[in-house]
């Protein structure tokens, strides 16, 4: 006797489209099965003209520079170097391209996510992953030039290496548009701030910017200050962009829930003081150095407001949610007491108190992520043949 299971499980298709994730639980003799949707904007074969061709021309560009500039012999790091030349044909190609095909998908289907995006998101979204993958082929062909300190290719060999990277790049950005969800927008922005964070700390050691301040890293007196600045104000347009992402999605759910219009406010202007904090430095002419306190202040003040009163202004918060919230909260109440009686330097205030902001901040996101979600149990019956 042959045994077959078959488990139909059918979703209302307007429903389903409409929602950032899907998650159903089936529940089979006992057993107990978690089915997910995974967002995708586009069918594969639809992306492979949008990073293939776009990698065969560059590479093209790059043998036509290279055969007329360099000769047949080309350094792999440095001026004028496979680097330098793979760095600007691949940004130059994945500005034309990605945005072409951010608005190619926008125009195209009214069922992908990417509808979510508001036209003035599209810039933001593209220039920060433009930025990202700058400062990772800066960063990578540095690191070869001095693991290879002196390193010259033949034409024929610089050029595949190139065609790898050019592919590369471009397939990763393509993909990161093709499966934009506001949790991969959560990371990336994570990634993002985290890499700033990473290049400005390294590119001031030399300064011992702990003995100062964090804000120090964005200051006049560090090197390369405006790296720091220029990754807070692109934090911030990102930070813009996944709350108009995000409550695009959740508000149709909750047309008249007076709460998540004053979150979204106040979302918005905290987005507005991180680009604050870059934009006015902490050791500006005049008065506007005290703006880089005064931004400080009151986006901790929204974030005050948001932990009290997270019941209020999310609706169906989880009870997980909030004791996490009132945890991190009181921390960073207990550490600002250390500080302001003198117990804690302000740099060890620092880096404990923004980690803590940065977790709740993920979990926060999380938390409006829920709101986006369906859950269904169902019960399946199962008649053996």
Sequence with gaps: MQTSKEIDVVVD?????????????????????????????????????????PAILSTVIFYGLVRRNAGDMINLSGEWSLGMYVTAISFISNLVILPTYLIKLKRSSNTNQIKYIYWRN??????????????ALLFTFWTFGQL?????????????FACIIFLMASYLGIYFINTLSVRKMISFMMAFLFLGFFVAMATNADSQWWHHHISYLGSYAANNGWQFNLTLILTSLLMIVLVD????????????????????????????CISGIGIFRSDSAGRLKYYHSYVIYLMMILVAVIIIFARKLIPRVSDDFVKTSYGVGGLVLILTVLYAVGYLKLILYEL????LALIWLMRFFNALIELTEIQANYTINIIKK
Excluded at 352 to 355: G, H, K, L, W, Y
Aim: hydrophobic share 45%; with cysteine; glycine share 4%.
């Design 13 to 53: 298709e307007e429903e389903f489209s409409k929602h950032q994730e899907i998650s159903i639980e089936v529940e089979v003799e006992g057993q107990r099965y978690r089915l997910e949707r995974e967002i995708s904007n586009a069918p594969d074969e639809a992306m492979w003209p949008y990073y293939l061709l």
């Design 122 to 135: 599209i810039p933001t979204i593209v220039i920060s992953f433009l930025i990202v993958q700058l400062i």
């Design 148 to 160: 290879f300190s002196g390193l010259q290719l033949e034409i024929s060999t610089a050029t595949f």
């Design 245 to 272: 992402y995000l409550f695009v999605i959740i508000r149709p759910y909750y047309p008249d829930h007076k709460g998540l219009r004053c979150l979204y406010v106040m979302l918005i202007v905290i987005a507005i």
């Design 352 to 355: 404990i108190a923004v980690p």
